[in-house]
């Protein structure tokens, strides 16, 4: 199989991504979520465990990104600056590349945090968006079950008028239910960010991942699909980039030098499968070791060898795997 840069990239070991879950709780309670909310506040030996493996691993880095997820990242914003401020200072002192972006509700992005966030290298914030107004709150409330809409787009607007460097992709979910309220969003986001090179458009169509929330009867149908987003991107005078127009799609679970560490130090590889054995490939110690389970780790990374089409989407096809296979120390 040829290499494309793509994939060489991803194989450079000098380049480290860290998707952290700094909480597995969330403000949200969103319709067609999948996550359980089972684990909490990521435990302090998971921290130290992470700023060790940081200290470990920067003497042979060139770069180093970490990936906030959760939960809702930040409803634990003080483990999230503690860690950023930690990582910065370690980058700086090493010359080492040192960036982060955040997967986030938008919620309790206040402009007061992204200054601070901004000031330690936190820059990107992918925000996602149901409809506009009324059509947004259907689905993505509160754990009260107030709606939400107001206060994101309100922070949004001021994000928006500050001199921050800072990039927003602006991830807007489709679905059966809310494509009318959608195209009304997009109406407003054209004549409120587009013109703000700093904030862009994700159209997504809402997925039946599993966990507790049935989707299957809002799902668009792949026509559907096609249509409704060749209309928003008419609205929205944009044009999905497919991700095969920048070469090969390698997603961050088949990448071997990313690692999304969960609250409770499981090493896991792919954001969504959480409660899927295969996808817990080990366990990080406090003093910045990890454990990995080699055979499962392949598994993820087996489009590098075999069909580079499973390097888009690992988790397809993922081989089944009842029994635990022994692990092996890496540093």
Not at 83 to 99: G, P, T
Not at 261 to 278: F, P, Y
Request: aromatic content about 6%.
């Amino acid at each position: 199989m040829d290499l494309d840069k793509n994939i060489l990239a991803t194989l450079n070991p000098k380049n480290l991504e860290l998707i952290l879950y700094p909480t597995e709780q969330c403000n949200f309670r969103c319709t067609y979520c999948y996550e359980d909310f089972l684990i909490g506040r990521m435990d302090e030996k998971t921290q130290e465990g992470i700023r060790n493996l940081i200290g470990r691993r920067l003497p042979k880095l060139d770069n180093l990104h970490l990936q906030w997820f959760g939960g809702e990242p930040l409803a634990a914003k003080d483990l999230v600056l503690g860690l950023s401020e930690f990582a910065k200072k370690a980058c700086d002192q090493a010359s080492v590349n040192f960036s982060g972006s955040l997967t986030t509700n938008g919620y309790l992005l206040t402009l007061d945090l992204a200054e601070k966030l901004c000031g330690l290298n936190q820059r990107n914030y992918q925000i996602s968006l149901d409809g506009f107004e009324s059509g947004h709150d259907k689905t993505r409330k509160l754990a009260s079950g107030a709606g939400t809409f107001n206060r994101i787009w309100s922070n949004l607007l001021a994000l928006k008028g500050s001199s921050l460097d800072f990039n927003v992709t602006l991830r807007v979910h489709l679905t059966k239910e809310n494509v009318s309220s959608v195209k009304r969003l997009a109406e407003e986001i054209k004549k409120t960010f587009l013109s703000d090179s700093r904030f862009t458009v994700f159209l997504k169509t809402i997925e039946n991942l599993g966990g507790p929330n049935d989707t299957s009867g809002v799902l668009l149908s792949k026509s559907e699909k096609l249509t409704t987003i060749a209309e928003l991107n008419e609205l929205l005078n944009t044009k999905t980039v497919s991700k095969s127009d920048k070469g090969v799609y390698v997603c961050y679970a088949s990448r071997p030098n990313s690692l999304a560490i969960r609250a409770d130090g499981t090493i896991q590889k792919c954001t969504v499968m959480l409660s899927d054995d295969r996808n817990s490939v080990g366990k990080i110690n406090e003093n910045g070791t990890v454990k990995l389970d080699s055979e499962r780790m392949s598994m993820w990374m087996r489009g590098y060898s075999d069909d580079k089409e499973k390097l888009s989407c690992p988790a397809v096809g993922l081989p089944k795997m009842p029994n635990l296979i022994p692990v092996v120390s890496a540093s």
